[in-house]
């Protein structure tokens, strides 16, 4: 993968850690494409009424070919 790939895909793992990933970018519709982003539409109610946000994150392949990419640089795991 290389480094804007990596960029999108660590950005895309954020979301598993509390913060959405949005992004409109060709590179992101391309990882889509590819199937190792998934669009996702989530919506939560609150006290001030419901909630609906869209972002991206990872599919099963795409966190495997980021994991690896991450074993292959040396870097930690996400």
């Known amino acids: 993968m290389t480094n804007l790939y990596l960029t999108a895909a660590n950005k895309a793992a954020s979301l598993e850690r509390g913060v959405a990933f949005q ?17 996702r539409k989530e919506s939560q109610q609150s006290a001030w009424g419901l909630m609906t946000w869209e972002h991206y994150a990872l599919t099963h392949a795409g966190r495997i070919a980021y994991c690896k990419s991450c074993d292959d640089a040396g870097g930690d795991n996400v």
């Open 23 to 39: 992004s409109k970018s060709k590179l992101v519709a391309k990882l889509a494409a590819d199937g190792r982003l998934e669009h």
